[in-house]
């Protein structure tokens, strides 16, 4: 069984930074990808954020090119999300995500971007 435990959200400012961590513990099957999802207040859905995969290569979601890093790797078993230039839509709970043959998912971290 994997376990997922985030870190690092809270109230951020416009413009500001905040960086979110993931700690996985575990045995992974197969060779999935880590990354992180975001579901902002009365959504239905969690939207994708960003992903490292095995080979350390990277993908973004549109929203956050240029703003946000996704770090760390699935060999190790950690990712981190720097957020930068924080802006108010980035407002959500976030989620760590292990995808491969089974998808597991974190428990989430609010994130706030208020003035």
């Known amino acids: 069984q994997v376990q997922l435990v985030e870190s690092g959200g809270g109230l951020g400012q416009p413009g500001g930074s905040l960086t979110l961590s993931c700690v996985a513990s575990?045995?992974?099957?197969?060779?999935?990808?880590m990354g992180w999802y975001r579901q902002a207040l009365g959504s239905q859905r969690r939207d994708f954020v960003a992903?490292?995969?095995?080979?350390?290569?990277?993908n973004y979601a549109d929203p956050v090119k240029g703003r946000f890093t996704i770090s760390g790797s699935v060999a190790g078993k950690s990712v981190f999300l720097q957020m930068s230039n924080l802006q108010p839509e980035d407002t959500a709970v976030y989620y760590c995500?292990?995808?491969?043959?089974?998808?597991?998912w974190g428990q989430g971290t609010q994130v706030i971007v208020s003035s």
């Open positions: 992903a490292v995969y095995q080979d350390g290569s990277t």
């Open positions: 995500k292990v995808h491969g043959i089974v998808d597991y």
């Open positions: 575990g045995v992974f099957i197969g060779r999935p990808s």
